[in-house]
């Protein structure tokens, strides 16, 4: 099972020194914070990144105080390609505002205070590390060390590229019909896993421990499985997905643990009341024993954009106290037009750093949006894959949000059949 091919181009160490009559916001409504402006990065044929800019102080060509870093530009190998096929540089721009994020009326509502770019030579990218730009510069394009002009807005940033391959995985179907999943490797598919989904509403704790609870800021996140919550009315409970191994053995599962049951006087599930699924991984000789490896919340996210909200900790046993929960992933995606669930450190910093070595790219997913046929494409970082059983879990998670969509349904619409037990469930 060997990797595709990837690289990560990484824009980090964001500050911005302005001259002394230009570091008021712009604009009404504007909070004089430390990041009263932001920036754009495009790179050819990619969407654009979006950075908030913190102020600096600091004499000079001296390195800021404190800094942002960018989600950064994921480049798969027809992605370098492309990108490297003139044989010379491509522009990373940049584009800095003052002011608040965002758009009215479809203009940016920020104001525009100067641009710039960074030549950034993509060819080996994929096989050596590479920096294009450490320090300041000058809005406009030209270096610090080549204007000292007090008057000019500078721009700190490091941008570099390093290797980053990832295992591309993709099911071969929606997940609640039970497909086969594919690796990709170029134009070649090699089937490495069957999914198994059931949903079957009488189910409990499928031989989970029965005494196994799990704590997280003395809120109890977990109750114990044998005491699973009833609620009265309508809800979506039971669903699991089963990921087996082309021998058929059990090597991850997707269990939802928590019903999705909408809030009272409403036909959707809340963010006060999510709905959750346990990662599992088996546990033991027995193949029907699991141990849980994450937790996700998922919910209906009220606001001008009709959101999917989920919520995703891996599972910490400790030895001595209660088992706890280390969150790495929340966001919301659009619900209309899905999206993608990611998992990066970049993103996370403070709930990976602090536990693990883990760094960078840990795994993405995408996911349709509400009511579109979904065979979600799963990319994991190479470094986090030491065996088949490891990317199971990925794909088990993958499965689990992508079934969180259809979980978190308004319940005014009817799901489709695969999600009943039985056919009187369906009609009902």
């Known amino acids: 099972m060997d990797p595709c091919p990837f690289a990560r181009l990484i824009v980090e160490s964001l500050a911005l020194k302005l001259p002394h009559q230009a570091t008021r916001p712009a604009g009404t409504g504007v909070h004089p914070s430390a990041t009263p402006c932001f920036c754009k990065l495009r790179i050819k044929s990619f969407p654009s990144q979006t950075a908030l800019l913190p102020l600096c102080s600091s004499p000079g060509d001296s390195p800021p105080e404190s800094a942002t870093s960018s989600a950064g530009f994921n480049l798969d190998s027809t992605a370098l ?5 003139a044989g010379k540089p491509v522009a990373l721009r940049v584009s800095v505002y003052t002011g608040r994020m965002g758009r009215t009326c479809g203009v940016t509502s920020g104001k525009l205070l100067g641009r710039l770019h960074v030549s950034v030579d993509l060819s080996g990218a994929e096989s050596r590390p590479g920096v294009f730009q450490s320090g300041w510069l000058k809005l406009g394009g030209e270096s610090a060390s080549k204007s000292s002009s007090s008057t000019s807005a500078r721009l700190h940033l490091v941008v570099r590229s390093e290797p980053d391959p990832r295992f591309v995985f993709q099911f071969g179907g929606e997940p609640e019909c039970s497909p086969v999943v594919f690796q990709i490797q170029g134009n070649i598919r090699q089937p490495v896993f069957s999914c198994k989904f059931s949903a079957d ?10 005494d196994y609870t799990i704590n997280n800021n003395n809120r109890g996140w977990m109750r114990t499985f044998s005491g699973e919550r009833e609620r009265p009315g309508r809800e979506r409970k039971g669903w699991m997905v089963t990921i087996h191994d082309l021998s058929g053995s059990p090597v991850a599962a ?13 036909d959707r599930v809340s963010r006060s009341n999510p709905g959750a699924w346990l990662i599992l991984r088996p546990h033991g000789f027995s193949v029907s024993t699991w141990k849980p490896w994450g937790r996700l919340e998922a919910w209906r996210e009220r606001g001008p954009v009709d959101g999917l909200g989920y919520k995703f900790e891996l599972v910490a046993e400790n030895v001595n106290g209660p088992t706890t929960g280390i969150p790495i992933a929340e966001a919301t995606m659009s619900v209309r037009k899905g999206g993608q669930f990611c998992i990066d450190s970049r993103l996370t910093a403070a709930a990976l750093t602090s536990r693990s070595p883990v760094r960078g790219f840990v795994m993405g997913s995408t996911v349709e949006g509400e009511g579109k046929v979904s065979k979600p494409v799963v990319q994991v970082g190479a470094q986090h894959v030491t065996c088949m059983a490891d990317a199971a879990l990925f794909i088990a998670l993958s499965a689990a949000i992508d079934l969180s969509m259809d979980a978190c349904r308004l319940f005014s619409h009817k799901l489709r059949k695969e999600f009943f037990h039985d056919e009187q469930d369906f009609l009902s």
């Open 81 to 85: 390609r492309r990108l490297s096929a």
């Open 201 to 210: 509403r009488n189910s409990r704790s499928r031989s989970l421990p029965s």
């Open 254 to 266: 997707a269990s939802m643990v928590t019903p999705f049951v909408p809030s009272p006087g409403s």
